[in-house]
């Protein structure tokens, strides 16, 4: 197990590599950079400067030498300087943190404690009246686009009945709040948030567990658990509950590179102080070295969640052994 | 001897795709204590249905009884509570299946799976260290070898042959005093189908078991059986003791099952050279959503006259407990 582990951790670099390279040429080839971003309002600004900022960012190289010193700088966990305001990428990465993973975290939690006993249910009860408005709220979670959700939540919520604040992770008088004032604070931003963060992927869950767990339910096993004499409760929870599980890990997997990546155009409506804003922002202004400091840790996380995902399976799955 | 169950006119329907499906019809059966009764029938004839129905095992949604008794002991399966029905399921009558690999959990244990049974069956409570005790004497009885590795180990671990022991060392767990066995050795080797046969067998004499043997392999019946029913389209046509059939088959069905049976001294490799091209059965087994008039067999029978389209046969009586449905049997 500890050399598949090691194995699968080597066969990444050249995976890496080859998520870095294409990003690094997709976020060059888009038009306009760096120097565009901070001088190209301004008619003050002469050709001249502007080829100064270039050649000070390095940009006036070839594209493959760029690459390679970039690459060279990250081997070394140097991310570099943000084009922006030359602070370091990796201390404006850690910064957003925080927020993203406390937005995630939560929004996860929520769909695996709700999405999963939906979905079980429903399976069990598969057509009852109960199974059929879960279909519809699904059918209505895929549908709904996160962001206009997430709009129309804000005109009834912060707007109109006005119980709840809108943007931001806390209130501009924040720092006066006593300690449970400000975790009231805290929690109010985050209603919404994690409420539309949730939803679509509360419908994709509970869909996929019902699926999971009905086609558990169709083994032979289970005919087996029955005809032992165990009760219904017990032929569920005790043999079609475990096997159900188990696809349903590598969604788990899956989504935790999404608890760092942070969603870029969810965490910019409600102005989130997390990795996808600046993920979003750095993009906007062509800021290549957030941009691809961002993207590196995206792609490790969604590696490495793969990775887990994988070794989880081999726990709950006796039948799964890596060699 | 004393009729330990019977089953009375038991109607079973399927719901597939908007068609009904007729199971089976007016089916009846009597299982004597400490015999053996076979049960053959062509794929589709609505065997396992039967088996599946007398634990009430039909998923609801896919079909249901409509009407019939199920008497265990003269009390009515299918009108118990299902708190009742927990008590004689698994525990009076135990089954086990066709194939064994998908019949068991995948994700536990054997020790788990026969541990489950016991704690749910045993009157008293068992300590963890009378608990081994037991599962490794269950394991000892099917003849698993090394037992104190097999109970650690998961079902994809085994061999065929060794998770069919395990499934019945599970349905044993109970001291049951019925076995249904439906199709238990279809999935196996022709080696290993031998070997469990013979355990099944010995088994049976030993603890007192009354056994059903679903299959659809006449040399099965011979080898195991003390009775025989044959079965067509969902109902039983032929009835008697397992000699008199092989010897005295008096359904044109039956017969026709019996002839392509290949017998030894045809094999190819016999040096008799008494060759014979093996029997089949003109035609197909009914669509049970779309079944023939009269007798369900007659558009395959060699004997059918006009009479046979007209209405079912009744189950008669031809020979002292010899039971035929076929107008022209005596013909």
Known sequence: MLEYIVRRLLFMIPLLLGITIITFVVVHLSPGGPADMLTGLSPKVSAEAKARLHSLYGLDKPLHVQYWLWLSRLVRFDFGRSFKDGRLVIIKILERLPATLLLNVLSLLLIFFIALPIGIISAVRQDSFFDKGMTVFVFLGFSVPAFWLALLLMVLFGVVLGWLPISGMHSVNFPYFSFWGKLWDIIKHLILPVFVSAFGGLAYLSRYSRTSMLEVLRQDYIRTARAKGLSEKKVIYRHALRNALIPIVTLLGLSLPALIGGGFIFETIFAWPGMGRLGYQAIMARDYPVIMGVGVIAALLTLLGNLIADITYAFIDPRIRYR | MEKILEVKNLSVEFYKGGKVIQALRDTSLTLKRNEVLGIVGESGCGKSTLALSILRLIPEKEGKVISGEILFKGEDLLRLSDKKLLQIRGDRISIIFQDPFTSLNPVLKISKQIAESLILHKKENLSTHQMEKEIIELLDLVKLPKPKDTMLSYPHQLSGGMQQRAMIAIALS?????????????????????????????????????????????????????????????????????????????????????????????????????????????????????????????????????????????????????WVRCIRAVD
């Open chain 2, 174 to 322: 109970s001291n049951p005093e019925i076995l249904i066995a439906d199709e238990p050795t279809t999935a196996l080797d022709v080696t290993i189908q031998k070997e469990i046969l013979n355990l099944l067998t010995e088994l049976q004499k030993k603890l007192g078991l009354s056994v059903v043997l679903i299959t659809h392999d006449f040399g099965i019946v011979a080898q195991t059986c003390q009775r025989v029913s044959v079965m067509y389209a969902g109902i039983i046509v032929e009835e008697a003791s397992t000699s008199e059939i092989f010897h005295n088959p008096l359904h044109p069905y039956t017969k026709g099952l019996l002839e392509s049976l290949p017998s030894r001294e045809e094999l190819p490799s016999s040096s008799q050279g008494k060759k014979r091209r093996l029997k089949a059965i003109p035609g197909q087994v009914p669509d049970p959503s779309n079944l023939p008039s009269g007798c369900k067999f007659h558009p395959r029978c060699p004997k059918v006259i006009e009479d046979c389209k007209l209405e079912e046969p009744r189950l008669r009586e031809i020979v002292k407990n010899h």
